[in-house]
Nanobody, 123 residues
Framework: QVKLVESGGGLVQPGGSLRLSCTAS????????MAWYRQRPGMQREMVAV???????SYRDSVEGRFDISRDTAKKTVDLFMNNLKPEDTAVYYC?????????????????WGQGIQVTVSS
């Protein structure tokens, strides 16, 4: 059974920084994309940052230049470095990992999620 565990959330003042970490345990097959999503109060879950297996990164516009995503595939970890945090970054942040299992006949895709971790930006 695969489990993703997030850490590093909490309360921070506007302009501050936080680092979120996520580690996968269990048999995950071959991890492809790793990502962070968030769900702000009263809103739908949205993608924050994605890093592909070959290291390409993409971000939602509102965090571009402030957040940085990195991964260690061997350790099955993905981090999100958040700088210059704003009150509108307040949300529950979720770690996501996609994986695949390739056989002779078919490729099977898997999608794993963490439980979520609260980030609150407030003075």
């Amino acid at each position: 059974q695969v489990k993703l565990v997030e850490s590093g959330g909490g309360l921070v003042q506007p302009g501050g920084s936080l680092r979120l970490s996520c580690t996968a345990s269990g048999s995950t097959f071959t991890i492809t994309d790793m990502a962070w999503y968030r769900q702000r109060p009263g809103m739908q879950r949205e993608m924050v940052a994605v890093i592909t297996r070959d290291g390409r990164k993409s971000y939602r516009d509102s965090v571009e230049g402030r957040f940085d995503i990195s991964r260690d595939t061997a350790k099955k970890t993905v981090d999100l470095f958040m700088n210059n945090l704003k009150p509108e970054d307040t949300a529950v942040y979720y770690c996501n990992m996609e994986a695949e299992r390739v056989t002779v006949l078919e490729t099977y895709d898997y999608d794993y999620w963490g439980q979520g971790i609260q980030v609150t930006v407030s003075s």
